[in-house]
């Protein structure tokens, strides 16, 4: 595909990525400015993430940090897409289950539609951890993950530093009680 195509198709994608459903905000943003830092992984690891080691698209079951370093490099672009909502209420925690369910599928389908769009090694990521399960299948034990098709790596487990990123996408935000911001991207080939 030419790169004048490439960005027809990625701009095509984008208006595609913003009519999947919960998904409140998306950008197009070079590759190179995802940002890849090991800190990152390290914090999954050691910093008391109580999903390390339990899911098979969280570490230690995912590439290295530096393995997905230089495979970001191999990409041109890349679409985040952001899901929010409020978690004020007696149920907070199944809102924000509900809403990063909405983002994984989001992802899903934007992965998928670029790929037919052309984008061939197009490769989805979502926020925090995959969560198809209730309790992952693969990492207990059973040797693979029922959901193969739809599961996929949390941009934090491949080391990927979501506020920088975002923030280099013009998407900054922060933490604020009462309301729970996603965010997850596909690579673009």
């Known amino acids: 595909m030419r790169l004048l195509e490439k960005f027809k198709e990625a701009e095509k994608l984008l208006g595609f990525a913003k009519n999947c459903e919960g998904v409140a905000r998306v950008e197009l943003i070079l590759a190179r400015d995802v940002v890849v830092d090991e800190r990152v992984r390290f914090q999954c690891s050691h910093s008391g993430c109580r999903e390390y080691g339990k899911r098979f698209m969280c570490p230690p079951y995912v590439p290295d940090v530096d393995e997905f370093r230089k495979l970001v490099l191999k990409y041109f672009m890349a679409v985040i897409l952001q899901v929010e909502g409020k978690t004020e209420s007696k149920d907070a925690e199944n809102e924000a289950k509900r809403l990063a369910l909405l983002l994984h599928e989001a992802v899903y389908k934007t992965e998928k539609r670029a790929f037919s769009s052309g984008f061939h090694f197009a490769a989805g990521f979502i926020g925090g951890p995959c969560i ?31 506020f920088k990123t975002c923030k280099n996408a013009g998407l900054e935000f922060a933490f604020t009680p009462g309301k729970v911001v996603w965010t997850g991207m596909v690579l673009l080939d």
């Open 132 to 162: 198809l399960c209730e309790r992952c299948p693969a990492a207990a034990g059973h040797g693979y993950c029922v959901q193969r098709e739809k599961a996929r790596p949390s941009m934090e487990a491949m080391g990927i530093d979501v």
